[in-house]
């Protein structure tokens, strides 16, 4: 069945980094745009990254611009997310989602997600 | 950035009853050549992620509920639970898919009464 399975969280000191994987199933990867979105506790639904399906094209929340890098490797079906600097307003818990084909479409598929806590 | 602002921000209903919850974009995110309005509406239950509901602003995404509707056109939507289930408590969250600065609304906490 369709699945993104996310991993790679924990708990790292500030200005540390650390980096998210997303293994996905059941669809065709390398054909879909990929986006992260973020949860911090108690809060409400933050867009973080999006990457296009062939990994050429990338945009990010000036939240994390130039701190957070997304890639991917369609040959895994594995998305990423390189957090560098992390602040203490990162902590949060970090779905992958796609929109499908377009980036111009509704995010249908969510991870169960992976939590990000940044702490000294 | 769009801006997108729901109300109110929490909601109680009586099961069987009506619930209503409205979504305001700070600009219009209807396009034009399609006429389609690039917004949808998302259900998240305690631990879980959001789940799809409405997209298209008023097209239900496949085993949802004919009770859940969605409607409205360039600023203004509307996200209808025409008769409230117990399982229908959550966080209900609108979203603009217009701009790749993609936003959600704040949330909306819908209850029993």
């Known amino acids: 069945q369709v699945q993104l399975v996310e991993s790679g969280g924990g708990v790292v000191q500030p200005g540390r980094s650390l980096r998210l994987s997303c293994a996905a199933s059941g669809f065709i990867f390398s054909t879909y745009a990929m986006h992260w979105v973020r949860q911090a506790p108690g809060k409400g639904l933050e867009w973080v990254a999006l990457i296009s399906y062939d990994g050429d094209n990338k945009y990010y929340a000036d939240s994390v611009k130039g701190r957070f890098t997304i890639s991917r490797d369609n040959s895994k079906n594995t998305l990423y997310l390189q957090l560098n600097s992390l602040k203490t307003e990162d902590t949060a818990v970090y779905y992958c989602a796609t929109s499908g084909g377009s980036y111009y479409s509704a995010f249908d598929i969510w991870g169960q997600g992976t939590m990000v806590t940044v702490s000294s | 950035d769009i801006v997108m602002t729901q109300s109110p921000d929490s909601l109680a209903v009586s099961l069987g009853e009506r619930a209503t919850i409205n979504c305001k974009s700070s600009?219009?995110?209807?396009?034009?050549?399609?006429?389609?309005?690039?917004l949808a509406w998302f259900q998240q239950k305690p631990g879980q992620p959001p789940k799809l509901l409405i997209y298209w602003a008023s097209t239900r995404e496949s085993g949802v509920p004919d009770r859940f509707s969605g409607s409205g056109s360039g600023t203004d939507f509307t996200l209808t639970i025409s008769s409230l289930q117990a399982e229908d408590v959550a966080v209900y969250y609108c979203?603009?898919?217009?701009?790749?600065?993609?936003?959600f609304g704040q949330g909306t906490k819908l209850e029993i009464k």
């Open positions: 600009q219009s995110v209807l396009y034009s050549s399609n006429n389609k309005n690039y």
């Open positions: 979203q603009q898919y217009y701009s790749t600065s993609y936003t």
